[in-house]
Protein backbone atom coordinates (compact mmCIF):
# COMPACT_ATOMS: atom_id res chain seq x y z
CA UNK A 1 0.00 0.00 0.00
CA UNK A 2 1.05 3.44 -0.53
CA UNK A 3 2.73 5.64 2.35
CA UNK A 4 0.90 9.00 3.55
CA UNK A 5 3.50 11.31 4.93
CA UNK A 6 2.64 13.38 7.89
CA UNK A 7 5.22 16.90 6.98
CA UNK A 8 5.47 17.80 10.13
CA UNK A 9 6.94 15.26 11.55
CA UNK A 10 7.70 13.25 8.61
CA UNK A 11 5.89 10.14 10.12
CA UNK A 12 4.31 7.47 7.99
CA UNK A 13 1.33 5.92 7.80
CA UNK A 14 0.34 2.76 6.22
CA UNK A 15 -3.48 3.59 5.08
CA UNK A 16 -5.57 0.65 7.03
CA UNK A 17 -7.32 -2.52 6.01
CA UNK A 18 -10.83 -1.89 4.85
CA UNK A 19 -13.69 -3.98 5.16
CA UNK A 20 -15.91 -1.86 3.02
CA UNK A 21 -16.47 -0.70 -0.59
CA UNK A 22 -17.74 2.63 -1.11
CA UNK A 23 -19.04 3.31 -5.13
CA UNK A 24 -20.01 6.53 -5.66
CA UNK A 25 -23.17 6.05 -8.13
CA UNK A 26 -23.96 10.03 -8.76
CA UNK A 27 -23.39 13.19 -7.89
CA UNK A 28 -25.74 16.55 -8.04
CA UNK A 29 -24.42 18.71 -11.09
CA UNK A 30 -25.65 21.57 -8.63
CA UNK A 31 -24.52 20.99 -4.88
CA UNK A 32 -22.61 18.47 -2.70
CA UNK A 33 -24.57 15.94 -2.94
CA UNK A 34 -23.51 12.22 -3.87
CA UNK A 35 -25.15 8.82 -4.24
CA UNK A 36 -23.12 5.71 -3.64
CA UNK A 37 -23.46 2.09 -2.26
CA UNK A 38 -21.83 1.19 0.61
CA UNK A 39 -20.69 -2.57 1.02
CA UNK A 40 -20.46 -3.77 4.88
CA UNK A 41 -19.80 -6.88 6.16
CA UNK A 42 -23.57 -7.63 6.59
CA UNK A 43 -24.72 -6.61 3.18
CA UNK A 44 -25.16 -3.50 0.96
CA UNK A 45 -26.64 0.27 2.22
CA UNK A 46 -27.26 2.89 -0.11
CA UNK A 47 -26.38 6.82 0.87
CA UNK A 48 -27.10 9.34 1.99
CA UNK A 49 -28.83 7.27 4.57
CA UNK A 50 -30.06 7.66 8.18
CA UNK A 51 -29.38 5.48 10.71
CA UNK A 52 -31.73 4.34 13.84
CA UNK A 53 -30.19 4.32 17.29
CA UNK A 54 -30.75 1.21 18.60
CA UNK A 55 -28.36 1.98 22.26
CA UNK A 56 -28.29 -0.45 24.28
CA UNK A 57 -28.95 -3.09 21.29
CA UNK A 58 -32.57 -2.34 21.23
CA UNK A 59 -34.55 0.51 19.07
CA UNK A 60 -36.75 1.84 21.94
CA UNK A 61 -40.73 0.56 20.81
CA UNK A 62 -39.58 -1.74 17.82
CA UNK A 63 -38.48 -5.23 17.41
CA UNK A 64 -35.36 -6.89 15.23
CA UNK A 65 -37.85 -7.73 12.50
CA UNK A 66 -39.77 -4.47 12.83
CA UNK A 67 -36.87 -2.74 12.46
CA UNK A 68 -35.68 -4.91 9.41
CA UNK A 69 -39.36 -4.43 7.75
CA UNK A 70 -39.08 -0.67 8.29
CA UNK A 71 -36.14 -1.34 5.43
CA UNK A 72 -33.16 -0.02 7.65
CA UNK A 73 -29.67 -2.54 6.99
CA UNK A 74 -27.80 -0.32 9.30
CA UNK A 75 -28.23 0.68 12.86
CA UNK A 76 -26.61 2.27 16.08
CA UNK A 77 -25.75 0.55 19.30
CA UNK A 78 -23.60 2.20 22.03
CA UNK A 79 -20.18 0.85 23.02
CA UNK A 80 -19.88 2.37 26.38
CA UNK A 81 -23.34 1.27 27.52
CA UNK A 82 -23.03 -2.08 26.20
CA UNK A 83 -19.74 -2.85 28.19
CA UNK A 84 -21.41 -2.04 31.05
CA UNK A 85 -24.73 -4.13 30.42
CA UNK A 86 -24.58 -6.85 29.43
CA UNK A 87 -20.59 -6.53 29.49
CA UNK A 88 -18.02 -7.55 27.44
CA UNK A 89 -17.65 -11.09 28.70
CA UNK A 90 -21.36 -11.45 27.92
CA UNK A 91 -20.76 -10.10 24.52
CA UNK A 92 -17.56 -12.66 23.88
CA UNK A 93 -19.61 -15.73 25.23
CA UNK A 94 -22.76 -15.24 22.80
CA UNK A 95 -20.61 -13.72 20.01
CA UNK A 96 -21.48 -10.58 19.37
CA UNK A 97 -24.06 -7.95 19.42
CA UNK A 98 -25.91 -9.07 16.59
CA UNK A 99 -26.28 -12.46 17.79
CA UNK A 100 -27.39 -10.65 21.00
CA UNK A 101 -29.97 -8.75 19.83
CA UNK A 102 -31.34 -10.99 16.33
CA UNK A 103 -30.07 -8.29 13.99
CA UNK A 104 -28.88 -10.15 10.95
CA UNK A 105 -27.57 -6.79 9.26
CA UNK A 106 -25.30 -4.12 9.66
CA UNK A 107 -24.27 -2.11 12.94
CA UNK A 108 -22.35 1.12 13.95
CA UNK A 109 -20.57 1.39 17.35
CA UNK A 110 -20.31 4.60 18.87
CA UNK A 111 -16.90 4.45 21.27
CA UNK A 112 -18.27 5.84 23.93
CA UNK A 113 -16.91 9.70 23.53
CA UNK A 114 -20.18 11.20 23.27
CA UNK A 115 -20.62 10.34 27.13
CA UNK A 116 -18.03 12.63 28.21
CA UNK A 117 -20.26 15.48 27.06
CA UNK A 118 -23.72 13.54 27.92
CA UNK A 119 -22.69 12.27 31.20
CA UNK A 120 -19.82 15.08 32.05
CA UNK A 121 -20.74 15.05 35.73
CA UNK A 122 -19.54 10.91 35.90
CA UNK A 123 -16.83 11.80 33.76
CA UNK A 124 -12.68 13.28 34.36
CA UNK A 125 -10.63 13.50 30.90
CA UNK A 126 -6.88 12.48 30.68
CA UNK A 127 -4.01 11.85 28.52
CA UNK A 128 -5.34 7.86 29.30
CA UNK A 129 -8.50 7.77 28.60
CA UNK A 130 -12.10 9.06 30.58
CA UNK A 131 -13.14 7.55 33.78
CA UNK A 132 -16.23 7.45 34.71
CA UNK A 133 -19.00 6.69 37.21
CA UNK A 134 -21.54 3.95 36.23
CA UNK A 135 -24.92 5.49 36.21
CA UNK A 136 -26.03 1.91 37.19
CA UNK A 137 -24.20 1.83 40.46
CA UNK A 138 -21.45 4.50 40.78
CA UNK A 139 -18.65 2.16 39.90
CA UNK A 140 -15.96 3.42 38.36
CA UNK A 141 -14.43 2.36 34.76
CA UNK A 142 -11.66 3.63 32.73
CA UNK A 143 -12.40 3.94 29.31
CA UNK A 144 -9.32 4.25 27.15
CA UNK A 145 -8.66 4.06 23.44
CA UNK A 146 -7.79 0.57 23.75
CA UNK A 147 -10.34 -0.42 25.76
CA UNK A 148 -12.77 0.96 23.51
CA UNK A 149 -11.49 -1.01 20.75
CA UNK A 150 -11.56 -3.92 22.52
CA UNK A 151 -15.06 -3.64 23.78
CA UNK A 152 -15.98 -2.71 19.91
CA UNK A 153 -13.93 -6.25 19.13
CA UNK A 154 -16.31 -7.84 20.91
CA UNK A 155 -19.33 -6.37 19.65
CA UNK A 156 -18.81 -7.02 16.29
CA UNK A 157 -20.10 -3.92 14.56
CA UNK A 158 -19.53 -3.10 11.03
CA UNK A 159 -18.22 0.31 11.57
CA UNK A 160 -16.63 0.97 14.83
CA UNK A 161 -15.49 4.66 15.89
CA UNK A 162 -12.18 5.65 17.72
CA UNK A 163 -12.63 7.00 20.99
CA UNK A 164 -12.60 11.29 20.90
CA UNK A 165 -12.36 14.13 22.85
CA UNK A 166 -15.42 15.62 22.79
CA UNK A 167 -16.01 19.24 24.25
CA UNK A 168 -19.42 20.68 23.71
CA UNK A 169 -19.34 23.12 20.55
CA UNK A 170 -20.69 26.34 22.65
CA UNK A 171 -17.76 26.12 25.17
CA UNK A 172 -15.65 29.00 25.33
CA UNK A 173 -12.75 27.37 25.89
CA UNK A 174 -10.54 27.45 22.92
CA UNK A 175 -7.74 26.11 24.95
CA UNK A 176 -9.63 23.00 25.85
CA UNK A 177 -11.03 22.57 22.50
CA UNK A 178 -7.81 22.99 20.68
CA UNK A 179 -6.44 20.10 23.18
CA UNK A 180 -9.15 18.13 22.73
CA UNK A 181 -8.77 18.26 19.06
CA UNK A 182 -5.00 16.85 18.78
CA UNK A 183 -5.85 14.61 21.74
CA UNK A 184 -8.19 12.81 19.15
CA UNK A 185 -5.82 12.46 16.72
CA UNK A 186 -3.53 10.90 19.24
CA UNK A 187 -6.16 8.58 20.48
CA UNK A 188 -6.81 7.25 17.06
CA UNK A 189 -3.30 6.46 16.48
CA UNK A 190 -4.01 4.13 19.58
CA UNK A 191 -7.05 3.01 18.46
CA UNK A 192 -5.51 1.60 15.24
CA UNK A 193 -2.62 0.12 16.78
CA UNK A 194 -5.40 -1.57 19.33
CA UNK A 195 -8.11 -2.78 16.54
CA UNK A 196 -7.44 -6.35 16.27
CA UNK A 197 -10.00 -7.34 13.32
CA UNK A 198 -9.82 -4.77 10.82
CA UNK A 199 -10.49 -7.50 8.03
CA UNK A 200 -14.00 -7.37 9.47
CA UNK A 201 -14.63 -4.32 11.43
CA UNK A 202 -14.23 -0.81 10.01
CA UNK A 203 -12.67 2.20 12.05
CA UNK A 204 -13.99 5.79 11.51
CA UNK A 205 -11.89 8.15 12.76
CA UNK A 206 -13.89 11.19 14.10
CA UNK A 207 -12.77 14.81 13.60
CA UNK A 208 -13.08 17.47 16.02
CA UNK A 209 -12.41 20.94 16.56
CA UNK A 210 -15.42 22.84 17.31
CA UNK A 211 -16.49 25.88 15.31
CA UNK A 212 -13.05 26.65 14.46
CA UNK A 213 -12.77 26.17 10.88
CA UNK A 214 -9.21 26.37 10.92
CA UNK A 215 -9.19 23.80 13.88
CA UNK A 216 -11.45 21.69 11.98
CA UNK A 217 -9.00 21.97 8.18
CA UNK A 218 -6.31 21.10 10.39
CA UNK A 219 -7.92 18.11 11.95
CA UNK A 220 -9.11 16.98 8.83
CA UNK A 221 -5.91 16.98 7.51
CA UNK A 222 -4.38 15.23 9.95
CA UNK A 223 -7.13 12.01 10.56
CA UNK A 224 -7.07 12.01 6.83
CA UNK A 225 -3.41 10.81 6.52
CA UNK A 226 -4.37 7.83 8.79
CA UNK A 227 -6.23 6.11 5.75
CA UNK A 228 -8.90 4.69 7.89
CA UNK A 229 -12.10 3.29 6.11
CA UNK A 230 -14.72 6.09 6.34
CA UNK A 231 -14.23 9.90 8.15
CA UNK A 232 -16.59 10.77 10.95
CA UNK A 233 -17.49 14.85 11.63
CA UNK A 234 -18.50 14.75 15.13
CA UNK A 235 -19.15 17.18 18.09
CA UNK A 236 -21.72 19.09 16.73
CA UNK A 237 -25.58 18.80 17.95
CA UNK A 238 -24.45 20.12 21.02
CA UNK A 239 -26.79 23.49 20.90
CA UNK A 240 -24.54 25.09 18.17
CA UNK A 241 -26.06 28.36 16.22
CA UNK A 242 -27.15 26.02 12.99
CA UNK A 243 -24.88 28.34 10.46
CA UNK A 244 -21.93 27.65 12.82
CA UNK A 245 -23.26 24.01 12.28
CA UNK A 246 -23.16 24.40 8.52
CA UNK A 247 -20.09 26.22 8.30
CA UNK A 248 -18.48 23.44 9.93
CA UNK A 249 -19.68 20.55 7.72
CA UNK A 250 -18.78 22.34 5.02
CA UNK A 251 -15.45 23.30 5.80
CA UNK A 252 -14.76 19.43 6.26
CA UNK A 253 -16.99 17.66 3.27
CA UNK A 254 -14.86 20.12 0.88
CA UNK A 255 -11.63 18.88 2.32
CA UNK A 256 -12.38 14.79 2.83
CA UNK A 257 -11.51 12.13 0.13
CA UNK A 258 -14.28 11.55 -2.09
CA UNK A 259 -13.62 7.82 -2.08
CA UNK A 260 -14.68 7.46 1.42
CA UNK A 261 -17.91 7.87 3.08
CA UNK A 262 -18.81 10.89 5.30
CA UNK A 263 -20.68 10.65 8.60
CA UNK A 264 -21.92 13.37 10.35
CA UNK A 265 -22.55 12.07 13.98
CA UNK A 266 -25.62 13.00 15.66
CA UNK A 267 -27.93 14.64 13.62
CA UNK A 268 -32.08 14.04 12.93
CA UNK A 269 -33.88 16.48 12.10
CA UNK A 270 -34.96 16.44 8.49
CA UNK A 271 -34.17 19.91 7.50
CA UNK A 272 -30.19 19.22 9.17
CA UNK A 273 -29.95 16.01 7.23
CA UNK A 274 -31.53 17.25 3.77
CA UNK A 275 -29.02 20.21 4.10
CA UNK A 276 -26.12 18.56 4.81
CA UNK A 277 -26.51 16.24 2.34
CA UNK A 278 -26.27 19.21 -0.03
CA UNK A 279 -23.24 19.86 2.15
CA UNK A 280 -21.80 16.72 0.91
CA UNK A 281 -22.31 14.43 3.48
CA UNK A 282 -23.45 10.76 3.53
CA UNK A 283 -24.53 9.41 6.53
CA UNK A 284 -26.44 10.38 9.66
CA UNK A 285 -27.59 9.45 13.05
CA UNK A 286 -30.06 10.75 15.73
CA UNK A 287 -32.43 9.16 18.70
CA UNK A 288 -34.87 12.37 18.06
CA UNK A 289 -37.05 10.26 15.33
CA UNK A 290 -37.72 7.46 19.04
CA UNK A 291 -37.46 10.53 21.26
CA UNK A 292 -40.24 12.60 19.68
CA UNK A 293 -42.33 9.60 19.25
CA UNK A 294 -42.85 9.34 22.60
CA UNK A 295 -43.87 12.93 22.96
CA UNK A 296 -46.87 11.92 20.79
CA UNK A 297 -45.44 13.84 17.53
CA UNK A 298 -45.03 12.78 14.51
CA UNK A 299 -42.80 13.74 11.37
CA UNK A 300 -44.67 14.03 7.90
CA UNK A 301 -44.25 15.38 4.94
CA UNK A 302 -46.43 18.19 6.09
CA UNK A 303 -44.20 19.11 8.84
CA UNK A 304 -44.28 17.95 12.77
CA UNK A 305 -47.45 17.28 14.27
CA UNK A 306 -48.16 16.92 17.75
CA UNK A 307 -50.91 14.54 17.57
CA UNK A 308 -51.58 15.26 21.31
CA UNK A 309 -53.15 18.47 20.63
CA UNK A 310 -56.75 18.60 21.22
CA UNK A 311 -57.77 19.44 17.41
CA UNK A 312 -56.62 15.97 16.46
CA UNK A 313 -59.35 14.04 18.39
CA UNK A 314 -61.52 13.78 15.58
CA UNK A 315 -59.36 13.60 12.77
CA UNK A 316 -59.65 10.37 11.21
CA UNK A 317 -57.14 10.91 8.25
CA UNK A 318 -53.97 8.77 8.36
CA UNK A 319 -50.76 10.36 10.14
CA UNK A 320 -49.31 11.49 7.18
CA UNK A 321 -50.85 11.62 3.80
CA UNK A 322 -48.35 11.12 1.47
CA UNK A 323 -46.41 8.17 3.72
CA UNK A 324 -46.11 4.85 2.83
CA UNK A 325 -45.55 3.63 5.93
CA UNK A 326 -47.32 0.38 7.16
CA UNK A 327 -49.06 2.59 10.15
CA UNK A 328 -50.14 5.40 7.03
CA UNK A 329 -51.29 2.75 4.08
CA UNK A 330 -55.19 2.21 4.44
CA UNK A 331 -55.90 -1.58 5.74
CA UNK A 332 -55.77 -3.96 2.77
CA UNK A 333 -53.39 -2.38 0.96
CA UNK A 334 -49.64 -4.16 0.63
CA UNK A 335 -46.55 -3.16 1.94
CA UNK A 336 -44.11 -4.17 -0.22
CA UNK A 337 -41.04 -3.01 1.68
CA UNK A 338 -40.59 -6.27 3.79
CA UNK A 339 -43.12 -9.51 4.32
CA UNK A 340 -43.31 -8.76 7.84
CA UNK A 341 -46.10 -6.22 7.77
CA UNK A 342 -47.86 -7.14 4.87
CA UNK A 343 -50.52 -4.65 4.68
CA UNK A 344 -50.99 -1.35 6.00
CA UNK A 345 -52.26 -0.96 9.18
CA UNK A 346 -54.39 2.02 8.42
CA UNK A 347 -53.91 4.07 11.63
CA UNK A 348 -55.63 7.51 12.02
CA UNK A 349 -54.54 10.72 13.90
CA UNK A 350 -57.51 10.48 16.19
CA UNK A 351 -56.24 7.10 17.23
CA UNK A 352 -53.13 8.19 17.63
CA UNK A 353 -54.34 11.04 19.45
CA UNK A 354 -56.03 8.65 21.93
CA UNK A 355 -53.49 6.30 22.89
CA UNK A 356 -50.58 9.50 23.02
CA UNK A 357 -51.32 10.07 26.77
CA UNK A 358 -52.49 6.52 28.01
CA UNK A 359 -50.81 3.96 25.94
CA UNK A 360 -47.42 2.84 25.04
CA UNK A 361 -48.96 1.37 21.76
CA UNK A 362 -48.92 5.33 20.92
CA UNK A 363 -45.59 5.75 20.94
CA UNK A 364 -44.63 2.17 19.70
CA UNK A 365 -46.82 2.88 16.31
CA UNK A 366 -45.03 6.71 15.88
CA UNK A 367 -41.39 5.33 16.43
CA UNK A 368 -42.67 3.18 13.50
CA UNK A 369 -44.08 5.78 10.97
CA UNK A 370 -40.92 8.24 12.22
CA UNK A 371 -38.33 5.93 11.52
CA UNK A 372 -39.84 5.11 8.94
CA UNK A 373 -40.07 8.43 7.18
CA UNK A 374 -37.02 9.42 7.65
CA UNK A 375 -35.68 6.34 5.84
CA UNK A 376 -37.86 6.51 3.13
CA UNK A 377 -36.70 10.84 2.88
CA UNK A 378 -33.09 9.93 2.73
CA UNK A 379 -34.77 7.11 -0.46
CA UNK A 380 -36.12 9.65 -2.08
CA UNK A 381 -33.30 12.26 -2.03
CA UNK A 382 -30.94 9.43 -3.53
CA UNK A 383 -33.33 8.85 -6.21
CA UNK A 384 -33.27 12.74 -6.68
CA UNK A 385 -29.66 12.72 -6.65
CA UNK A 386 -29.24 9.68 -8.70
CA UNK A 387 -32.00 11.95 -11.34
CA UNK A 388 -29.66 14.77 -10.68
CA UNK A 389 -32.89 16.67 -9.45
CA UNK A 390 -31.50 16.91 -5.99
CA UNK A 391 -32.41 21.19 -5.99
CA UNK A 392 -35.75 20.31 -7.36
CA UNK A 393 -36.31 17.68 -4.60
CA UNK A 394 -35.22 20.43 -1.94
CA UNK A 395 -37.52 22.92 -2.64
CA UNK A 396 -40.55 21.10 -2.61
CA UNK A 397 -39.76 18.85 0.39
CA UNK A 398 -39.37 22.51 1.92
CA UNK A 399 -42.59 23.99 0.66
CA UNK A 400 -44.49 20.90 2.11
CA UNK A 401 -42.84 21.59 5.72
CA UNK A 402 -42.98 25.61 5.65
CA UNK A 403 -45.74 25.71 3.06
CA UNK A 404 -44.89 29.82 2.22
CA UNK A 405 -40.95 30.84 1.22
CA UNK A 406 -40.92 33.48 3.98
CA UNK A 407 -41.19 30.84 6.42
CA UNK A 408 -38.21 28.55 5.28
CA UNK A 409 -35.01 29.00 7.91
CA UNK A 410 -32.50 31.84 7.13
CA UNK A 411 -29.67 29.04 8.18
CA UNK A 412 -30.83 26.46 5.43
CA UNK A 413 -31.69 29.30 2.69
CA UNK A 414 -27.60 30.40 3.15
CA UNK A 415 -26.25 27.15 3.55
CA UNK A 416 -27.91 25.62 0.43
CA UNK A 417 -26.94 29.00 -1.31
CA UNK A 418 -23.02 28.52 -0.38
CA UNK A 419 -23.11 25.31 -2.56
CA UNK A 420 -25.50 26.70 -5.37
CA UNK A 421 -28.85 25.53 -4.29
CA UNK A 422 -31.28 28.36 -3.91
CA UNK A 423 -34.42 26.98 -2.28
CA UNK A 424 -36.66 30.14 -3.26
CA UNK A 425 -36.25 29.74 -6.76
CA UNK A 426 -39.17 28.49 -8.67
CA UNK A 427 -38.94 25.26 -10.51
Same mark, same amino acid.
Given at each position: ????????????????????????????????????????????????????????????????????????????????????????????????????????????????????????????????????????????????????????????????????????????????????????????????????????????? %??? #? @? $?????? &??????? /???? +??? %??? #? @? $?????? &??????? /???? +???????????????????????????????????????????????????????????????????????????????????????????????????????????????????????????????????????????????????????????????????????????????
Amino acid at each position: MAQAINTATKETFTPMVSALTFDLKAKCSTTRARAATLTLPHGKVQTPIYMPVATQASLKGLTPEQLEGLTCRLCLNNTYHLGLKPGQDVLDKIGGAHKLQGWDHNLLTDSGGFQMVSLLELAKVTEEGVRFLSPHDGTPMLLTPEHSISLQNSIGSDIIMQLDDVIATTSPDKARMEEAMYRSIRWLDRCIAAHAKPETQNLFC %IIQ #G @G $LDPEMR &KECCDEM /VKRG +TPG %IAI #G @G $LSGGED &KAAYCTV /VSTC +TERLPEDKPRYVMGVGYPEDLLVSVALGADMFDCVWATRTARFGNAITSQGLLKLRNANYANDTGPVDPECTCPICLPVGTPYPASGYFGEGMGITRAYIHHLAAKETAGAHLLTMHNVYYLLDMMTRARAAIVEDKYPQFMRKTFKGWYGKKEDFPEWAITACRGVGLDLLADD
